[in-house]
């Protein structure tokens, strides 16, 4: 560790000068003296407040390498210089990208020293243009001078910002002089090679081929799949797993019965379902592949029940596996919440529970297991719950109802890919997989009638990819031209206000209502369109991946509505709800978390390549492009933590006590400087919070969230509503996170 933060020191140093330098060498001193050092955490806003005498914008505590960039002078504006931050673009998901993924931000410009525009040439203003590293194409973002100059929103992945001087303030073309100009974050990554940095940390471990090492009790691993298309490093390809590879044992598959699709099961308030726990064996690409299942179904039973039941499962175990059943998002009674070790003792092989489930809010839900989840529910095990409320205009009218869990699984030639048997591997990253499911099966299908309105209640499973959904014509590949989604409701109810996205962003244990009108006739796809990174390349690359199809009959729907669609309800029940509570919003925060990495005993070439790989995390790491580093890293090796700000104090060591009624103010602040920093999901048992603001920008749109999805050197502001006794677990909701150590229980006293 002390290795890593040596090299990571000595890259910031060398950071700081490559910032200076903008695109040409030779900066004056004076001005590299009014730089901040890019390793501290300070507000972009805070400096160019600082530069251009106003008031600070409040974007709060964020990374300066990662959300802002300095304009640096020609030489005919030597004493000019700026600041530009890339402000979070609110929206009702975590992060705001379009439908192919690129990220989308808000740009504000903090310039001085700019002189009279005439001093320079025959120029009446200033104009601020941003275009890619190709220079093309050219975007005119809006006249700009000294102070503080709103830009606008830009997507592009990497970018760079010129400030030009021009004969007319209304230039639509780029045809005067430069004056200052500087480059996106992401522009700093680029292509390495650490053949030539350190070969011998890269080479063949002796006694250890390309294809095979042994685990920690001698076995073998074969090596994962690979991402397509990206070279792997020699000395990466060597590493293998510390521990065992392990699979769940069971029968084979010809001694299985085969899976069945998920069924419908209403229960009415006091109902009764008997829930199973065991093994199955489906076809995947033509390949038997043994899996888990509730009930012999993937995913479970779907389990339908009004608003305000209680209900019983009666729950048996017939895995190899102790486990239980977590019952996510619904604020039950603590004892049935199904964490081992805190609400209940494990299911042992053969053994039972009986739940009891009461549903106090409309939505959509789900459960999976909370012991290895990492194992089970990648294996499986995961099912929906749908709550309805007793109001028939909860939601608007639609057509048809469609509930989808989204997954992806990790397959080798001989078939799931083993798990790190005395700890969990794919620790760094999380477990990515390269088989896209939807409610289980790799090819999701949905018929519908011109015009239908279709609300899908969406819930992420995967263990942890973030998906990017939209809906597009099939036959319109490039550029994408994504039908309007309107956005419902998420994890614990309603938004305030319905909105248009063209995509949604959907973290793992989040949900999302969304509806969508199919207005034509012809087929239409629903993708996962993202921006993934080669860091050894330091290039973006597109990924698109069809995960279901939907064919539109030219008959018309049976009831048109079109108007409805296009109205985007306000929700004044929900707003009365929240206003209870807005006295909360501004006032001081009452707890802190940082959530960080500490790495030990990691191979140097895995320590060597994050070197370079730290210049540029993306926001989200939306696809797993590190393989094998990822899949040989284990909980032993990397701890991930949620540290409490002011005591210091570390995952299952925190020591937070509350009362029922209790409302908290929290700051989640996810750390830019940890050895690999990438986005949480962050969940909360059993109780419900309103995400408040990103990097200072207030959220203008609030509902009840249990998930909130963190991106990477981002602060993000909750307010925790305490409203259910027990002892509740905080953690990570990419699974191979929790088994490595981030989470901790806090207790609300009646």
Request: aromatic share 8%; glycine share 8%; net charge negative.
């Amino acid at each position: 560790m002390q290795a890593w933060e040596t090299m990571r020191d000595l890259l910031q140093a060398a950071l700081s000068v490559v910032a200076l330098a903008g695109f040409l060498p030779g900066c004056a001193a004076a001005l590299a003296a009014q730089q901040s050092d890019l390793s501290s955490l300070c507000s972009a806003g805070a400096r160019g407040a600082r530069l251009a005498g106003g008031a600070a914008s409040p974007v709060g505590q964020t990374p300066t390498d990662l959300f802002c960039f300095d304009l640096h002078a020609t030489a005919r504006a030597r004493d000019a210089w700026g600041v530009v931050e890339l402000g979070r673009v609110p929206g009702p998901f975590g992060v705001t990208v379009t439908a192919e993924g690129n990220h989308v931000s808000n740009l504000t410009a903090w310039i001085t020293g700019l002189p009279e525009p005439s001093e320079l040439g025959p120029f009446e203003a200033y104009v601020a243009w941003a275009t890619t590293p190709t220079l093309d194409p050219v975007v005119r973002l809006g006249q700009v001078g000294n102070g503080r100059n709103p830009l606008g929103r830009i997507s592009f992945n990497k970018f760079l910002i010129m400030v030009t001087a021009e004969a007319s303030a209304d230039a639509t073309e780029r045809e005067g002089r430069l004056v200052l100009r500087g480059r996106s974050p992401s522009s700093l990554m680029e292509a390495h090679d650490l053949l030539a940095q350190a070969p011998e940390a890269l080479r063949v471990p002796e006694g250890m081929s390309h294809d095979h090492a042994g685990g920690m009790d001698g076995s073998t691993w074969n090596l994962p799949p690979m991402y397509p298309g990206l070279p792997m490093l020699p000395g990466i390809m060597a590493l293998r797993p510390r521990v065992a590879g392990y699979l769940p044992e069971a029968p084979a598959p010809e001694d299985l019965p085969p899976v069945r699709p998920r069924q419908l099961v209403r229960l009415a308030d006091g109902g009764t379902l008997d829930l199973e726990a065991d093994f199955v064996r489906r076809d995947i690409g033509g390949r038997p592949v043994v899996m888990l299942a509730f009930n012999g179904q993937q995913p479970g039973p779907l389990i339908q029940v009004p608003e305000n039941a209680t209900i019983f499962v009666n729950f048996t175990n017939r895995t190899p596996l102790p486990t239980a059943i977590h019952w996510h998002g619904i604020r039950l009674d603590n004892r049935f919440d199904g964490v081992p070790g805190v609400t209940q003792d494990p299911v042992e092989p053969g053994g039972t529970f009986r739940y009891r489930i009461h549903f106090p809010d409309a939505g959509i839900y789900w459960y999976h297991p909370h012991h290895r989840e990492d194992i089970q529910q990648e294996m499986g095990l995961y099912g929906n719950l749908l709550v309805d409320s007793p109001r028939p205009d909860y939601y608007g009218p639609a057509n048809q109802e469609q509930v989808l869990m989204l997954d992806d699984l990790l397959l080798g030639e001989d078939g799931i890919v083993p798990f790190g048997e005395q700890a969990s591997n794919y620790a760094l990253m999380g477990r990515f997989g390269n088989i896209f499911l939807v409610n289980g099966e790799p090819g999701y299908a949905l018929s519908a009638k011109r015009g239908d309105v279709v609300r899908f209640f969406l819930t992420n499973v995967s263990n942890t990819r973030t998906f990017n959904l939209s809906f597009s014509r099939a036959d319109r590949a490039s550029p994408v031209r994504p039908l309007p989604v309107k956005v419902v409701a998420s994890d614990v109810g309603r938004f305030e206000r319905e909105v248009m996205a063209e995509s949604v962003v959907i973290s793992p244990a989040e949900r999302y209502v969304v509806e969508v009108r199919f207005d034509e006739p012809g087929e239409f796809v629903l993708a996962n369109r993202v921006q993934a990174i080669s860091h050894r390349e330091g290039v973006f690359l597109s990924e698109s991946r069809v995960m279901g199809r939907i064919v539109v009959d030219p008959e018309p729907a049976a009831i048109d509505h079109a108007h409805a669609f296009a109205t985007l309800r306000e929700n004044a029940d929900v707003a009365r709800d929240i206003d209870a509570y807005r006295e909360h919003f501004d006032r001081p925060v009452d707890h802190s978390l940082d959530l960080t990495l500490e790495v030990e005993d990691l191979p140097r070439a895995v320590e060597q390549s994050m070197l370079y790989d730290w210049v540029y995390f993306n926001p989200v790491e939306w696809s797993g492009t590190m393989p094998v580093m990822n899949w040989a890293s284990d909980g032993g090796q990397a701890r991930w933590i949620l540290r409490e700000s002011g005591t210091g104090r570390e995952n299952m060591d925190i020591n937070w006590r509350f009362r029922v009624g209790d409302v908290v103010k929290i700051r989640l602040h996810n750390d830019r400087n940890a050895f690999h920093a990438m986005q949480h999901p962050l969940h909360i048992h059993g109780q419900r919070f309103l995400v408040l603001s990103q990097n200072g920008v207030a959220n203008d749109n609030l509902v009840w969230k249990d998930t909130v999805l963190l991106p990477t050197g981002s602060t993000t502001d909750i307010l925790l509503e305490l409203s259910n006794p027990g002892r509740w677990m905080v953690h990570c909701h990419i699974a191979e996170h929790l088994e490595a150590g981030m989470k901790f229980v806090f207790e609300v006293e009646p």
